[in-house]
């Protein structure tokens, strides 16, 4: 999906105070209010609460989520409703999205106010991209899609049960209400899912009837005479959403292999977000022995001049990172994590001014990245630097160690995360509609309706049949002591540059790391210890009078791709036939089994954002990644890729 700055909403006050529009010469709501509206039309017009009662999720779509109204006003309803569905998921597209301060300072009716507030506090900076927000104990999900209702319904990967259609009148705004886009919410649209909107105009109805739409008038209130509202029924059966997966109920049971941070991101999404046992199966005597048992590593999003999959990939993934650390904060405390920032050293002869002209070409806020020259870097990290940098307002570190402890022995009340170390997993077999988990003798130690291996090389040796280009890369990391060095030599903020530096207490900074894939050796060097050294000194002036005392230390090997992209998803069927091998998400795949595994030097954030993935995919909730995103990281692509060689 091509990208493009984001403009946010212009929003005034009209001659009777309702919030308007004036790029579209429309308001906000309607002078009544916008409760009333929203439990008018789209709630009563879409049969809530009725229709989510004694289910496990709900999907509503909104095209056009404005200031909020429509999502507060469903929230609010299913809050209120003690026979509510088991989670309510809000996906939203809006062109031009609200800032914070729009968000907190809007006037709400009584019953709204305080979840305005609370997604106010939640608000993501307004970049291009799919915004997870969680409320209610992950129990209500908003997926926030930024940018062109056109480029992102294609994107969205949902089964949607309502949809709002909530955009300025289509005299004003015909982009969003073009017939094209009907059909592309067909594709959407699970079993008699309703569509609601408070539009009457004749193109709507019959753009809608045309979609497979069963549309029909109804009445509406304080300045329009009809609504229009409709429930999909198409004359021929809807083809599936490739990308979609089969549901796992609450009473299923998930396999994990491997108890590092790829294992325990997705048992923790199971668990929390969908309320999905697992067991989790690792090697191992203990959990993260593998590249996830640093005790410090840090995340940041990405700025790149073509902002493509690389740069919205980490992107994403560092904002489901930022969210993995909070969670760490309030659980552990700020010993084991911190989202107080991130600088990336550029070059010292880099120009700050050059630098700001790229942010500005891609329409990136501040609160996301602002360039610092070396002055106000300086400032920031309370040491000298020298170079200009960018400073990721929502970046950070954490302890990889403390996350994986965190997620597999610290949550057990949403569903049953059990782990079991000391159990290899030698073969999967399957029997029946389950997956059998075997032994090195053979012998059967569990049965799931899924299986997920997140255990880096050793899945594709696990999963037999499959053929992807994995590298090893052995990584050294190092730390020092630094009360004998003044504390204010160590940076207040975590660095990346030529490597990463994050003072994780008064005591130690972290540093590191290097990158070798000559060999896997799991013991420490001398000689990488002052390689270590020698980056951090280039990033750390002040260190050049001191010498070091090193204190601790880790060495690990990651698993990378070829393309530098994690592996993430259903697992193809090399064995199976596809119509057409060059896409890969026509691909056969192996029912049941994922995979999560290529984290590379970025598994934190990786980890985090590939969990949910999976686990969203077994759960049948709507994919928390735009579609272009999902098929990137997509197990299947190089076997693709060789068919689109070997086509053309």
Same mark, same amino acid.
Do not use: K
């Given at each position: 999906?091509?990208?493009?700055?984001?403009?946010?909403?212009?929003?005034?006050?009209?001659?009777?105070?309702?919030? !308007?529009?004036?790029?579209?010469?429309?308001?906000?709501? *309607?002078?009544?209010?916008?409760?009333?509206?929203?439990?008018?039309? !789209?709630?009563? +017009?879409?049969?809530? *609460?009725?229709?989510?009662?004694?289910?496990?999720?709900?999907?509503?779509?909104?095209?056009?989520?404005?200031?909020?109204?429509?999502?507060?006003?469903?929230?609010?309803?299913?809050?209120?409703?003690?026979?509510?569905?088991?989670?309510? /998921?809000?996906?939203?597209?809006?062109?031009?999205?609200?800032? &914070?301060?729009?968000?907190?300072?809007?006037?709400?009716?009584?019953?709204?106010? *305080?979840?305005?507030?609370?997604?106010?506090?939640?608000?993501?900076?307004?970049?291009?991209?799919? /915004?997870?927000?969680?409320?209610?104990?992950?129990?209500?999900?908003?997926?926030?899609?930024?940018?062109?209702?056109?480029?992102?319904?294609?994107?969205?990967?949902?089964?949607?049960?309502?949809?709002?259609?909530?955009?300025?009148?289509?005299?004003?705004?015909?982009?969003?209400?073009?017939?094209?886009? =009907?059909? #592309?919410?067909?594709?959407?649209?699970?079993?008699?899912?309703?569509?609601?909107?408070?539009?009457?105009?004749?193109?709507?109805?019959?753009?809608?009837? %045309?979609?497979?739409?069963?549309?029909?008038?109804?009445?509406?209130?304080?300045?329009?005479?009809?609504?229009?509202? +409709?429930?999909?029924?198409?004359?021929?059966?809807?083809?599936?959403?490739? &990308?979609?997966? +089969?549901?796992?109920?609450?009473?299923?049971?998930? %396999? @994990?292999?491997?108890?590092?941070?790829?294992?325990?991101?997705?048992?923790? %999404?199971?668990?929390?977000?969908?309320?999905?046992?697992?067991?989790?199966?690792?090697?191992?005597?203990?959990?993260?022995?593998?590249?996830?048992?640093?005790?410090?590593?840090? =995340?940041?999003?990405?700025?790149?001049?073509?902002?493509?999959?690389?740069?919205?990939? /980490?992107?994403?993934?560092?904002?489901?990172?930022?969210?993995?650390?909070?969670t760490l904060v309030t659980a552990i405390g700020d010993a084991a994590a911190a989202t107080c920032g991130l600088l990336r050293l550029g070059h010292r002869d880099a120009d700050p001014a050059a630098l700001q002209g790229l942010?500005?070409?891609?329409?990136?806020?501040?609160?996301? #990245?602002?360039?610092?020259?070396?002055?106000?870097?300086?400032?920031?990290?309370?040491?000298?630097?020298?170079?200009?940098?960018?400073? !990721?307002?929502?970046?950070?570190?954490?302890?990889?160690?403390?996350?994986?402890?965190?997620?597999?022995?610290? /949550?057990?009340?949403?569903?049953?995360?059990?782990?079991?170390?000391?159990?290899?997993?030698?073969?999967?077999?399957?029997?029946?509609?389950?997956?059998?988990?075997?032994?090195?003798?053979?012998? @059967?130690?569990?049965?799931?309706?899924?299986?997920?291996?997140?255990?880096?090389?050793?899945?594709?040796?696990?999963?037999?049949?499959?053929?992807?280009p994995l590298s090893r890369s052995r990584g050294q990391s190092s730390a020092i002591s630094l009360p004998g060095m003044g504390r204010a030599v160590a940076p207040r903020v975590p660095l990346a540059g030529a490597g990463y530096a994050v003072a994780t207490d008064a005591r130690t900074l972290w540093f590191g790391a290097t990158s070798s894939s000559a060999d896997d050796e799991p013991a420490q060097r001398e000689s990488d210890r002052r390689?270590?050294?020698?980056?951090? $000194?280039?990033?750390?002036?002040?260190?050049?009078?001191?010498?070091?005392?090193?204190?601790?230390?880790?060495?690990?090997?990651?698993?990378?791709?070829?393309?530098?992209?994690?592996?993430?998803?259903?697992?193809?069927?090399?064995?199976?036939?596809?119509?057409?091998?060059?896409?890969?998400?026509?691909?056969?795949?192996?029912?049941?089994?994922?995979?999560?595994?290529?984290?590379?030097?970025?598994?934190?954030?990786?980890?985090?954002? +590939?969990?949910?993935?999976?686990? #969203?995919?077994?759960?049948?909730?709507?994919?928390?990644?735009?579609?272009?995103?999902?098929?990137?990281?997509? *197990?299947? $692509?190089?076997?693709? $890729?060789?068919?689109?060689? $070997?086509?053309?």
């Amino acid at each position: 999906m091509n990208t493009r700055p984001l403009a946010a909403a212009r929003i005034e006050r009209d001659a009777e105070g309702v919030p !308007f529009s004036p790029a579209f010469a429309g308001r906000y709501h *309607p002078p009544g209010g916008a409760r009333s509206q929203a439990r008018h039309v !789209f709630l009563a +017009g879409s049969g809530l *609460p009725e229709r989510w009662r004694g289910r496990d999720r709900f999907v509503v779509l909104e095209i056009g989520f404005g200031l909020g109204n429509n999502a507060l006003a469903t929230w609010q309803a299913w809050r209120e409703d003690p026979a509510r569905s088991g989670r309510l /998921h809000i996906v939203a597209i809006e062109a031009h999205p609200p800032t &914070r301060r729009d968000i907190a300072t809007t006037p709400r009716e009584a019953p709204l106010g *305080p979840l305005a507030s609370e997604l106010a506090t939640a608000w993501p900076p307004l970049v291009p991209g799919l /915004h997870r927000l969680a409320f209610d104990d992950e129990r209500v999900e908003m997926l926030l899609a930024f940018g062109d209702v056109a480029d992102w319904l294609p994107q969205i990967t949902a089964r949607v049960d309502a949809f709002f259609l909530d955009g300025f009148a289509p005299e004003t705004n015909p982009a969003m209400w073009e017939p094209r886009l =009907f059909r #592309a919410m067909a594709r959407l649209a699970a079993p008699d899912a309703t569509v609601a909107t408070w539009s009457a105009a004749p193109a709507v109805r019959d753009g809608l009837a %045309a979609a497979g739409f069963e549309v029909r008038t109804a009445p509406g209130q304080r300045g329009h005479r009809d609504i229009t509202l +409709g429930r999909y029924a198409p004359r021929a059966p809807t083809r599936p959403l490739l &990308r979609a997966s +089969g549901a796992i109920t609450a009473g299923g049971h998930v %396999a @994990i292999v491997g108890a590092g941070l790829a294992g325990s991101a997705t048992a923790w %999404a199971l668990a929390h977000r969908h309320g999905i046992a697992s067991t989790v199966h690792d090697a191992a005597a203990d959990i993260a022995t593998g590249a996830s048992g640093g005790l410090a590593g840090v =995340f940041h999003g990405v700025v790149h001049r073509a902002d493509g999959r690389h740069a919205r990939w /980490h992107r994403a993934a560092a904002f489901n990172a930022r969210t993995a650390a909070a969670t760490l904060v309030t659980a552990i405390g700020d010993a084991a994590a911190a989202t107080c920032g991130l600088l990336r050293l550029g070059h010292r002869d880099a120009d700050p001014a050059a630098l700001q002209g790229l942010a500005t070409s891609l329409g990136l806020p501040a609160e996301y #990245a602002r360039v610092v020259d070396a002055a106000e870097a300086s400032a920031i990290a309370g040491t000298r630097l020298d170079a200009p940098a960018w400073f !990721f307002a929502g970046g950070g570190w954490l302890n990889p160690w403390a996350l994986v402890r965190h997620r597999l022995d610290g /949550h057990r009340s949403a569903a049953a995360i059990d782990v079991r170390l000391s159990s290899p997993i030698a073969a999967l077999r399957r029997d029946g509609n389950r997956w059998a988990l075997l032994d090195a003798t053979g012998r @059967i130690v569990d049965m799931a309706d899924a299986v997920v291996c997140a255990n880096a090389f050793s899945a594709a040796a696990l999963l037999c049949a499959v053929t992807w280009p994995l590298s090893r890369s052995r990584g050294q990391s190092s730390a020092i002591s630094l009360p004998g060095m003044g504390r204010a030599v160590a940076p207040r903020v975590p660095l990346a540059g030529a490597g990463y530096a994050v003072a994780t207490d008064a005591r130690t900074l972290w540093f590191g790391a290097t990158s070798s894939s000559a060999d896997d050796e799991p013991a420490q060097r001398e000689s990488d210890r002052r390689l270590n050294w020698q980056r951090l $000194r280039s990033m750390l002036p002040a260190l050049d009078e001191f010498d070091p005392d090193f204190v601790d230390g880790r060495a690990g090997v990651r698993c990378t791709s070829a393309d530098r992209l994690p592996l993430i998803g259903a697992v193809p069927d090399e064995n199976g036939v596809s119509t057409r091998p060059e896409q890969s998400w026509h691909a056969p795949r192996r029912e049941g089994l994922f995979v999560v595994t290529a984290l590379g030097s970025r598994g934190i954030a990786s980890s985090a954002l +590939g969990g949910a993935i999976v686990a #969203a995919r077994i759960a049948g909730a709507p994919l928390p990644a735009e579609a272009d995103l999902i098929d990137a990281v997509d *197990p299947a $692509r190089f076997s693709s $890729r060789l068919a689109r060689v $070997r086509r053309a």
